[in-house]
């Protein structure tokens, strides 16, 4: 393999970047980047990094992983360098004249897993933990990057084997007087069956579950969406003034609350207006109301006609509507908003975002142990799917060699979800959702 480099931190301005490094003889380029070899591994040194012209990029830290002690399994090392992004071109620049290649997404970590440092099973669960939105989806994750549920998925891969080689045990020695099978095995079948429904039972599926949540925020103009929106965010995102329809555009960010964050949205107050790109704005709300998950209507009235108007837009969204505007001291009637609040002091946000907390409650229980992904379950399915049916032929006493071949194709289906079986399409298909420097 060759030698690769990635930047690990975003490419953006902040206070340090990383870049990894590895592959076979790359520690042998340490002197040429930082002017000496390093005197231990996994030490962290400070060592400047110079261009080809002689000139000090950056003082930089710089640590190295002999392999196989390392994440990739192979040589490696990382550099921590000021987070400028003339130190980041600069940097790329260094690290392609010593002859190194740039990463594709995924790569370290697919490496990790061909050099037998992980499963496949937990290579996914690196990437699941990253894109993790909420504290479940953090704890389910890190259950399976332990490599606790590749262990549980190979004791069952191992059982479902040694009663294969009893069934075909049979098949090949009965006429010689060996014995493999016994009245005992069915019964064994049977209580492998129902030990691996309840594991994958406590399996949660991504797909149902790490999605992030979507919050869109509508109401009449004026009535103080964009302050409301700013308010939660807890500083000036969207623009805010007193002339209806400044708001043209979507304007989106995230918070983070109760351990969940969520993806908020500002739109267009609607109204009726000969103003083209105030409609177009209007138009776009529209459209973008179909794809969230929660819509908030922000009213400075109780007037019904204008609370039916958004509740007929939202009628099959999950809706909150809040009032805004109690510093005013406005009168409104008792039980027309789920939540009263005031963008300008402050009052009643800590409720406003209990309520869209528990909108998203997913009703993940303590009997959920690792998060998993789609080409699990539809294995998982799979070798059930087979395990029954040899269970169901052992019973009536049919043919061992089906029997045999069930088992098999069982244990196959659990094999592939830890990487024992593979295909260079499906590492590929895998390791593309990664990030790149991961």
């Known amino acids: 393999m060759s030698v690769v480099f990635a930047l690990a ?84 620049d260094v690290f392609k004249s010593l002859g190194f290649d740039e990463a594709p997404p995924g790569e370290f970590t697919k490496r990790a897993f061909l050099n037998n440092k992980i499963s496949l099973a937990e290579a996914e669960a690196v990437v699941d933990l990253i894109d993790s939105y909420d504290q479940d989806g953090v704890l389910l994750s890190s259950n399976t990057l332990s490599g606790d549920f590749t262990e549980k998925v190979s004791g069952f891969s191992d059982a479902i084997n040694n009663l294969r080689v009893r069934v075909e045990g049979e098949i090949d020695f009965s006429e010689e007087g060996e014995s493999f099978f016994d009245s005992s095995l069915p019964n064994e079948l049977s209580l492998l069956v129902e030990n691996f429904k309840l594991f994958v039972g406590g399996c949660l599926n991504k797909k149902n579950h790490s999605a992030k949540n979507k919050v869109m925020f509508v109401g009449p103009v004026n009535s103080g969406k964009s302050s409301v929106f700013n308010r939660l965010l807890g500083f000036e995102r969207a623009l805010v003034s007193e002339r209806p329809g400044t708001t043209r555009d979507l304007v989106e960010s995230e918070i983070f609350y109760n351990e969940a964050s969520f993806s908020i949205s500002d739109t267009a107050g609607l109204r009726e207006t000969d103003d083209v790109i105030e409609s177009k704005g209007m138009q776009f709300a529209l459209e973008h109301l179909n794809s969230v998950d929660l819509v908030i209507g922000v009213f400075d009235s109780d007037e019904d006609s204008i609370l039916d108007r958004f509740s007929e837009l939202s009628k099959e969204k999950n809706y909150l509507k809040i009032y805004n505007k109690t510093d005013l001291g406005h009168v409104v009637r008792d039980g027309v908003f789920d939540c009263m609040v005031s ?59 089906l029997i045999a071949e069930d088992l098999k194709l069982a244990r196959s289906d659990l094999n592939e979800i830890i990487g024992v079986k593979m295909s260079d399409s499906l590492l590929g298909d895998i390791f593309s959702s990664f990030c790149i420097g991961k």
Not at 14 to 23: E, K, L, M, P, W
Not at 62 to 76: H, W
Not at 368 to 373: A, D, G, N, S
């Open 9 to 92: 931190t975003p490419p953006a301005k902040s206070a340090i970047c990383i870049f990894r490094v590895s592959g076979p003889g790359c520690l042998s380029k340490i002197p040429e980047l930082v002017g000496s070899p390093l005197e231990k591994n996994k030490k962290f040194y400070l060592r400047p990094v110079k261009n080809k012209s002689g000139d000090v990029v950056d003082r930089v830290g710089i640590i190295s992983f002999k392999g196989p002690d390392s994440y990739t399994g192979e040589d490696s090392f990382e550099v921590y360098a000021h987070g400028g992004l003339g130190v980041m071109a600069m940097l790329v």
């Open 343 to 401: 963008a300008k002091t402050g009052e009643g946000f800590s409720g406003l975002k209990k309520l869209i907390s528990n909108a998203f409650k997913t009703g993940v229980s303590g009997d959920y142990m690792y998060l998993v992904r789609d080409r699990h379950i539809k294995l998982f399915q799979s070798s059930i799917y087979h395990l029954e049916n040899a269970h169901i032929k052992l019973s009536e006493g049919g043919g061992l060699e």
